[in-house]
């Protein structure tokens, strides 16, 4: 795990999203852009790292932000594990890429909303607002 952030106290953190991207620029800048928005965030650097922490945190987040090329394990390759393990495989993903086709982009990983790279922060906050709905109390 590289980096969590929140601006409230344990008991008010509801939103949790989980950043799933190997850009160290683009990892930061999404963390930046979801905690002000008040979400409590978590960035890892490859699918491998995601995984990890997801199979041994007992708290779920309310989405993941999934970027589809990373060295180690790719989103494909991450989203194939996420749905074989009944524990995981509900948690909502947002794909993050560079492909031209994104809705072919989101079709490989099986769902999911896509969204292109360099991502628009208006779409970004709008689709983590609507998968992560009533689970989360927002603030600010």
């Not at 194939?80 to 890429?97: E, G, Y």
């Not at 991502?119 to 600010?140: I, M, W, Y």
């Given at each position: 795990?590289?980096?969590?952030?929140?601006?409230?106290?344990?008991?008010?953190?509801?939103?949790?999203?989980?950043?799933?991207?190997?850009?160290?620029?683009?990892?930061?800048?999404?963390?930046?852009?979801l905690t002000d928005a008040a979400?409590?965030?978590?960035?890892?650097?490859?699918?491998?790292?995601?995984?990890?922490?997801?199979r041994e945190d007992g708290?779920?987040?309310?989405?993941?932000?999934?970027?589809?090329?990373?060295?180690?394990?790719?989103?494909?390759?991450?989203?194939?594990?996420?749905?074989?393990?009944?524990?995981?495989?509900?948690?909502?993903?947002?794909?993050?890429?560079?492909?031209?086709?994104?809705?072919?982009?989101?079709?490989?990983?099986?769902?999911?909303?896509?969204?292109?790279?360099?991502?628009?922060?208006?779409?970004?906050?709008?689709?983590?607002?609507?998968?992560?709905?009533?689970?989360?109390?927002?603030?600010?």
């Open positions: 795990m590289e980096q969590t952030r929140s601006l409230f106290s344990a008991h008010e953190r509801r939103c949790r999203v989980l950043v799933v991207e190997d850009d160290r620029d683009t990892r930061e800048a999404l963390l930046d852009v979400y409590d965030v978590t960035t890892v650097g490859h699918g491998a790292e995601a995984l990890a922490l997801l708290e779920r987040p309310c989405a993941i932000v999934l970027d589809l090329m990373m060295p180690v394990m790719d989103g494909r390759e991450f989203r194939r594990h996420q749905q074989c393990d009944p524990s995981l495989s509900s948690i909502p993903l947002i794909v993050l890429t560079a492909h031209a086709d994104r809705e072919g982009g989101a079709m490989t990983v099986h769902g999911g909303t896509c969204l292109r790279k360099p991502v628009e922060l208006d779409d970004l906050l709008g689709n983590v607002a609507a998968v992560c709905g009533t689970a989360c109390r927002r603030h600010g």
